[in-house]
């Protein structure tokens, strides 16, 4: 269950952080969040779908932020938790679609 928590912990983060500072603040809280849970995920050789996952989009957002250096950071913020909020709901969907639901690997560990 611990497993579980970390991996959206970096989720939690972004959603905290850009309500609080800017939609970089956010990305930032993000990014430096899913490294350390994939990071504690690999060393304990327990890699989980959301631990990439999270990796990825944050890193993916940073980029796009990067290069795009948008004007209107308020509308990027909401339209960047809009879509995180779109990423987890199409993995979750995607992962039960599959036939491999995302919990099941916590759930093979936990048993």
Known sequence: MTDLIWSFSPWLAFLAATRITSVY???AAGVAAAAIV???AVARRRL?????????YFLAL??????THPGHLELWSRYAQAGSHAALTVIVFGSVLVGHP???SYARQAA
């Open 25 to 27: 603040g956010g990305v």
């Open 38 to 40: 994939t990071g504690r």
């Open 48 to 56: 989980h779908l959301l631990d990439a996952a999270g990796l990825c």
């Open 62 to 67: 940073g980029a796009v932020l990067v290069a």
């Open 102 to 104: 995302f919990t099941e």
